[in-house]
């Protein structure tokens, strides 16, 4: 299982939010590049940068800062945030980065994925920020009209297999992920899950593991100094 260190930055800085809440924004670094090297020594396998700006729509994005990171470390990096159209994919993908994480864009723009999915289906990452079940879009603040399985599904038959859950309702607050979730979704070993949002242990790291996930995003346990990615690495 793969160890992602997660980066969330706002207004070119690394903060935390508390289930997406911007009123909860707590800042643990004026300098993301430094936070990156940090992630990379201390083994992660990738990084898991969300840029916060563009995923709430605001005017400033923080590609500049992320880029710098990218010319800055060795590992590779899944980036999120405010991508919702070809040409912004397309642009990310050609400046290096591993993995691109689509939200809003997957499922408003069902077209530009389609075409999408031709060339780059080992690169896309599908989002599916939920609660209760229901695919959140827009920065949280919006319903998809999506259901989980639903969405895999669709996606799936595009030959997309690589899915990014978070429980928006555990995320940022250290009370362990959402298992009953994972585990329901984890059934069809064809596709390839991520698991984020309240992860706060080496316990729930070896439930996420049981589950069969391929992947695990550790975010404000890593910042709040609960959980060491050597030692998250020892059990992965």
């Known amino acids: 299982m ?10 070119g800085e690394v903060v935390r939010l508390t289930k997406g809440d911007q009123s ?34 605001n005017e400033f ?3 500049s800062t992320i880029s710098e990171i990218l010319d800055s470390i060795n590992i590779p990096i899944q980036i999120g945030g405010g991508i919702r159209h070809i040409e912004n994919f397309e642009k990310i993908v050609n400046m290096g980065f591993s993995k691109i ?26 989002s599916l920020d939920e ?30 297999k690589i899915f990014l859950l978070t429980s928006i309702i555990k995320d940022g607050t250290l009370s362990g992920p959402d298992i009953v979730t994972l585990n329901s979704i984890n059934t069809d070993r064809t596709s390839k899950i991520i698991a984020s949002g309240g992860i706060s242990s080496l316990i ?9 996930c391929d992947g695990v ?8 100094d609960r959980l060491d990615i050597k030692k998250v690495k020892a059990i992965a």
């Open 131 to 160: 609660i209760n079940g229901n695919i959140m879009i827009d920065g949280w603040r919006s319903s998809s009209n999506y259901k989980i399985e639903d969405a895999i599904n669709k996606f799936n038959k595009l030959g997309i």
């Open 101 to 126: 994480v689509i939200g809003t864009m997957a499922y408003r723009n069902m077209d530009e994925i389609r075409v999408l999915s031709k060339n780059y289906s080992d690169k896309i990452v599908i």
């Open 204 to 212: 729930d790291v070896l439930k996420v593991r049981s589950i069969g």
């Open 217 to 224: 995003i550790l975010g404000k346990a890593l910042y709040e």
């Open 61 to 63: 994005n923080n590609l």
């Open 24 to 57: 909860t924004k707590k800042v643990y670094s004026k300098d993301p590049v430094q936070v990156a090297k940090k992630w990379e020594k201390d083994g992660a396998d990738m990084l898991h940068i969300i840029d916060l700006d563009a995923a709430l729509g």
């Open 2 to 11: 793969k160890v992602l260190a997660a980066i969330d930055i706002m207004n």
